[in-house]
Protein backbone atom coordinates (compact mmCIF):
# COMPACT_ATOMS: atom_id res chain seq x y z
CA UNK A 1 0.00 0.00 0.00
CA UNK A 2 1.36 3.30 -1.03
CA UNK A 3 2.43 5.63 2.17
CA UNK A 4 0.18 8.61 1.49
CA UNK A 5 -2.85 6.11 0.76
CA UNK A 6 -2.78 4.85 4.47
CA UNK A 7 -5.93 5.59 6.09
CA UNK A 8 -5.79 8.01 9.07
CA UNK A 9 -1.79 8.85 8.54
CA UNK A 10 -2.12 11.63 5.66
CA UNK A 11 -6.12 13.23 6.18
CA UNK A 12 -7.71 13.15 2.63
CA UNK A 13 -9.30 16.05 1.21
CA UNK A 14 -12.90 14.29 1.83
CA UNK A 15 -12.14 13.90 5.87
CA UNK A 16 -11.08 17.52 6.07
CA UNK A 17 -14.78 18.06 4.50
CA UNK A 18 -16.30 15.98 7.46
CA UNK A 19 -13.85 17.81 9.47
CA UNK A 20 -15.60 21.35 8.18
CA UNK A 21 -19.10 19.83 8.05
CA UNK A 22 -18.78 19.01 11.81
CA UNK A 23 -17.17 21.89 13.30
CA UNK A 24 -19.98 23.98 11.51
CA UNK A 25 -22.92 22.01 13.19
CA UNK A 26 -20.77 22.16 16.23
CA UNK A 27 -20.77 25.69 16.28
CA UNK A 28 -23.81 26.80 14.73
CA UNK A 29 -26.01 24.55 16.74
CA UNK A 30 -25.96 24.58 21.11
CA UNK A 31 -27.64 21.18 21.47
CA UNK A 32 -25.01 19.66 18.77
CA UNK A 33 -22.58 20.93 21.07
CA UNK A 34 -23.77 20.24 24.44
CA UNK A 35 -23.79 16.25 23.90
CA UNK A 36 -20.52 16.75 21.39
CA UNK A 37 -18.85 18.09 24.85
CA UNK A 38 -20.41 15.42 27.19
CA UNK A 39 -18.97 12.60 24.62
CA UNK A 40 -15.94 13.94 24.89
CA UNK A 41 -15.25 14.27 28.78
CA UNK A 42 -16.29 10.87 28.98
CA UNK A 43 -13.87 9.78 26.24
CA UNK A 44 -11.04 11.69 27.72
CA UNK A 45 -11.44 10.13 30.95
CA UNK A 46 -13.10 13.21 32.52
CA UNK A 47 -15.58 11.27 33.99
CA UNK A 48 -17.75 7.69 33.75
CA UNK A 49 -20.08 7.32 31.33
CA UNK A 50 -23.37 7.76 33.84
CA UNK A 51 -21.32 10.88 35.35
CA UNK A 52 -20.92 14.62 34.85
CA UNK A 53 -23.32 16.95 33.15
CA UNK A 54 -23.31 20.09 30.45
CA UNK A 55 -25.87 22.88 29.72
CA UNK A 56 -26.08 25.69 27.38
CA UNK A 57 -28.06 28.83 27.92
CA UNK A 58 -30.73 29.35 25.11
CA UNK A 59 -32.35 32.49 24.08
CA UNK A 60 -36.18 33.11 26.16
CA UNK A 61 -34.99 31.92 29.63
CA UNK A 62 -34.16 28.03 28.42
CA UNK A 63 -31.20 25.86 29.02
CA UNK A 64 -30.10 22.74 27.03
CA UNK A 65 -29.22 20.22 29.23
CA UNK A 66 -27.50 16.31 29.57
CA UNK A 67 -30.28 13.71 30.27
CA UNK A 68 -29.53 11.35 33.64
CA UNK A 69 -29.37 8.20 33.60
CA UNK A 70 -27.85 8.02 30.06
CA UNK A 71 -24.32 6.34 29.07
CA UNK A 72 -22.89 9.65 27.70
CA UNK A 73 -20.88 7.73 25.20
CA UNK A 74 -24.16 7.14 23.50
CA UNK A 75 -25.38 10.89 24.12
CA UNK A 76 -26.73 11.98 20.78
CA UNK A 77 -28.29 15.64 20.37
CA UNK A 78 -31.93 14.01 19.99
CA UNK A 79 -31.28 12.97 23.59
CA UNK A 80 -31.00 16.61 25.39
CA UNK A 81 -33.69 18.07 27.16
CA UNK A 82 -34.51 21.70 27.38
CA UNK A 83 -35.58 23.53 30.73
CA UNK A 84 -36.76 26.94 31.61
CA UNK A 85 -34.63 28.63 33.85
CA UNK A 86 -36.90 29.99 35.84
CA UNK A 87 -39.31 27.74 36.53
CA UNK A 88 -37.15 24.44 36.18
CA UNK A 89 -40.50 22.83 34.04
CA UNK A 90 -39.70 20.86 30.82
CA UNK A 91 -39.50 22.79 27.93
CA UNK A 92 -39.30 20.53 25.54
CA UNK A 93 -37.04 17.51 24.03
CA UNK A 94 -37.77 13.70 24.28
CA UNK A 95 -40.11 13.18 26.89
CA UNK A 96 -38.51 9.55 27.66
CA UNK A 97 -35.77 11.39 29.12
CA UNK A 98 -35.45 13.46 32.64
CA UNK A 99 -33.10 16.15 33.02
CA UNK A 100 -29.77 15.83 34.67
CA UNK A 101 -30.00 15.01 38.58
CA UNK A 102 -28.45 18.56 39.15
CA UNK A 103 -30.59 20.89 36.99
CA UNK A 104 -31.35 22.91 40.11
CA UNK A 105 -27.23 23.26 40.29
CA UNK A 106 -27.17 24.75 36.44
CA UNK A 107 -30.20 26.73 36.62
CA UNK A 108 -29.26 28.37 40.12
CA UNK A 109 -25.98 29.51 38.34
CA UNK A 110 -27.60 30.62 35.31
CA UNK A 111 -30.55 32.84 37.41
CA UNK A 112 -27.18 34.18 39.39
CA UNK A 113 -24.59 34.80 36.08
CA UNK A 114 -24.47 35.54 32.91
CA UNK A 115 -22.85 32.40 31.99
CA UNK A 116 -23.56 31.14 28.64
CA UNK A 117 -22.27 27.59 29.44
CA UNK A 118 -21.79 25.51 32.35
CA UNK A 119 -19.65 22.01 32.21
CA UNK A 120 -19.42 19.22 35.46
CA UNK A 121 -17.31 16.30 35.69
CA UNK A 122 -14.75 14.39 38.12
CA UNK A 123 -11.52 14.85 36.76
CA UNK A 124 -8.95 12.58 39.19
CA UNK A 125 -6.98 15.21 40.16
CA UNK A 126 -9.32 18.03 40.53
CA UNK A 127 -11.48 14.79 42.51
CA UNK A 128 -8.58 14.21 44.68
CA UNK A 129 -8.19 18.42 45.67
CA UNK A 130 -11.76 18.09 46.59
CA UNK A 131 -11.30 15.25 48.78
CA UNK A 132 -8.62 17.01 50.69
CA UNK A 133 -9.39 18.28 55.00
CA UNK A 134 -10.36 21.65 55.70
CA UNK A 135 -9.19 24.28 53.78
CA UNK A 136 -5.69 22.01 52.17
CA UNK A 137 -7.56 22.42 48.50
CA UNK A 138 -8.06 26.14 48.88
CA UNK A 139 -4.51 26.63 49.24
CA UNK A 140 -3.16 23.99 46.54
CA UNK A 141 -5.33 26.24 44.36
CA UNK A 142 -4.03 29.53 45.58
CA UNK A 143 -0.65 28.04 44.96
CA UNK A 144 -1.29 26.86 42.12
CA UNK A 145 -2.49 30.21 40.87
CA UNK A 146 0.89 31.93 41.50
CA UNK A 147 2.90 28.94 40.42
CA UNK A 148 1.10 28.09 37.13
CA UNK A 149 3.45 27.49 33.84
CA UNK A 150 3.48 29.95 31.41
CA UNK A 151 1.56 28.74 29.06
CA UNK A 152 -1.46 29.03 31.96
CA UNK A 153 -1.01 32.51 33.37
CA UNK A 154 -4.11 33.78 31.96
CA UNK A 155 -5.43 31.07 34.49
CA UNK A 156 -5.08 33.57 37.36
CA UNK A 157 -6.42 37.79 37.82
CA UNK A 158 -4.66 40.24 37.26
CA UNK A 159 -4.19 40.51 40.87
CA UNK A 160 -2.45 37.17 41.07
CA UNK A 161 -5.86 35.88 42.88
CA UNK A 162 -7.31 32.40 41.64
CA UNK A 163 -10.52 32.02 39.42
CA UNK A 164 -11.32 29.23 41.24
CA UNK A 165 -12.37 28.02 44.80
CA UNK A 166 -13.35 24.88 47.04
CA UNK A 167 -16.50 25.19 48.65
CA UNK A 168 -16.28 25.81 52.68
CA UNK A 169 -18.72 23.20 53.47
CA UNK A 170 -19.89 19.88 52.68
CA UNK A 171 -23.32 19.74 50.80
CA UNK A 172 -25.20 16.99 49.66
CA UNK A 173 -24.99 16.18 45.65
CA UNK A 174 -28.32 17.33 44.24
CA UNK A 175 -29.62 19.58 46.73
CA UNK A 176 -30.92 23.12 47.08
CA UNK A 177 -27.88 24.29 49.45
CA UNK A 178 -25.18 22.90 47.19
CA UNK A 179 -26.87 25.24 44.27
CA UNK A 180 -27.29 28.10 46.34
CA UNK A 181 -23.25 27.72 47.67
CA UNK A 182 -21.80 27.04 44.00
CA UNK A 183 -24.18 29.97 42.39
CA UNK A 184 -22.71 32.40 44.94
CA UNK A 185 -19.35 31.33 44.78
CA UNK A 186 -19.74 32.32 40.31
CA UNK A 187 -21.54 35.12 41.36
CA UNK A 188 -18.76 36.96 42.94
CA UNK A 189 -16.58 36.09 40.08
CA UNK A 190 -15.44 32.73 40.13
CA UNK A 191 -15.14 30.56 36.71
CA UNK A 192 -14.46 27.36 38.55
CA UNK A 193 -15.86 25.88 41.56
CA UNK A 194 -14.81 22.55 43.22
CA UNK A 195 -17.46 21.23 45.22
CA UNK A 196 -16.33 19.51 48.46
CA UNK A 197 -15.72 15.75 48.26
CA UNK A 198 -17.36 15.97 44.54
CA UNK A 199 -15.79 17.49 42.10
CA UNK A 200 -15.20 21.03 39.59
CA UNK A 201 -17.70 22.47 37.58
CA UNK A 202 -17.33 25.41 35.79
CA UNK A 203 -18.64 28.25 33.62
CA UNK A 204 -18.23 29.66 30.95
CA UNK A 205 -19.29 32.90 28.08
CA UNK A 206 -18.31 30.43 25.60
CA UNK A 207 -18.83 26.39 26.01
CA UNK A 208 -14.70 26.62 25.06
CA UNK A 209 -14.19 28.78 28.08
CA UNK A 210 -16.13 26.38 30.21
CA UNK A 211 -14.72 23.22 28.86
CA UNK A 212 -10.76 24.70 29.23
CA UNK A 213 -11.36 25.57 32.85
CA UNK A 214 -11.95 21.76 34.25
CA UNK A 215 -9.21 21.02 31.64
CA UNK A 216 -6.89 23.44 32.95
CA UNK A 217 -7.61 23.02 36.41
CA UNK A 218 -6.92 19.24 36.35
CA UNK A 219 -3.70 19.71 34.18
CA UNK A 220 -2.24 22.08 36.87
CA UNK A 221 -3.55 19.62 39.66
CA UNK A 222 -1.94 16.59 38.13
CA UNK A 223 0.99 18.38 37.47
CA UNK A 224 1.34 19.74 41.18
CA UNK A 225 1.03 16.17 42.24
CA UNK A 226 3.61 14.37 40.26
CA UNK A 227 6.17 16.92 40.97
CA UNK A 228 5.59 16.77 45.02
CA UNK A 229 5.19 13.15 44.05
CA UNK A 230 9.50 13.43 42.98
CA UNK A 231 10.05 15.26 45.56
CA UNK A 232 10.05 18.12 43.41
CA UNK A 233 9.02 21.62 44.89
CA UNK A 234 6.52 23.67 43.32
CA UNK A 235 7.61 27.46 42.69
CA UNK A 236 5.72 28.81 45.41
CA UNK A 237 6.19 25.74 47.83
CA UNK A 238 5.85 27.65 51.38
CA UNK A 239 2.41 28.22 49.74
CA UNK A 240 1.64 24.14 49.76
CA UNK A 241 0.41 23.08 53.85
CA UNK A 242 3.04 21.48 55.19
CA UNK A 243 0.87 18.41 56.29
CA UNK A 244 -0.01 17.99 52.73
CA UNK A 245 3.39 18.58 51.36
CA UNK A 246 4.81 15.74 53.54
CA UNK A 247 2.25 13.01 52.56
CA UNK A 248 3.12 13.94 48.92
CA UNK A 249 6.92 13.51 49.94
CA UNK A 250 5.92 10.75 51.79
CA UNK A 251 3.74 8.99 48.68
CA UNK A 252 6.67 10.10 45.86
CA UNK A 253 9.02 8.35 47.89
CA UNK A 254 7.44 5.28 48.50
CA UNK A 255 6.60 4.93 45.22
CA UNK A 256 10.25 5.55 43.80
CA UNK A 257 11.47 2.94 46.31
CA UNK A 258 8.83 0.41 44.53
CA UNK A 259 9.82 1.57 40.99
CA UNK A 260 13.50 0.83 42.29
CA UNK A 261 12.83 -2.61 43.51
CA UNK A 262 10.50 -3.70 40.79
CA UNK A 263 13.95 -2.92 38.54
CA UNK A 264 16.03 -4.81 40.31
ZN1 LIG B 1 -20.82 15.01 39.79
Known amino acids: MAHGSFPGRNPTPSSFRERERLINQLQ??????????MNQLVEHGYCTPMGGNVSMRLSNGIMAVTPAHVDKRLLLPDDIVYVNIASGNYDGGPKHRQPTSETDLHREIYQQTEAAAIVHAHP?????LAQLDGNMGQQL?????????????????????????V?????????????RQVATEFAQG????????????????????????IMLLE??????????????????????????????????????KMVNEGNK
Request: proline fraction near 3%; aromatic fraction near 8%; charge should be negative.
Open 28 to 37: ADPVFRVAWE
Open 124 to 128: RSTVF
Open 141 to 165: INALSTGVPEYAVSWATDEGDAKAS
Open 167 to 179: TKEYEMMWSKELA
Open 190 to 213: KTIVVMRNHGPIAIGATMTQAVEQ
Open 219 to 256: ELCSHALLKAMFGQQLLHTEAIPEQLRGNLVTAGTSYL
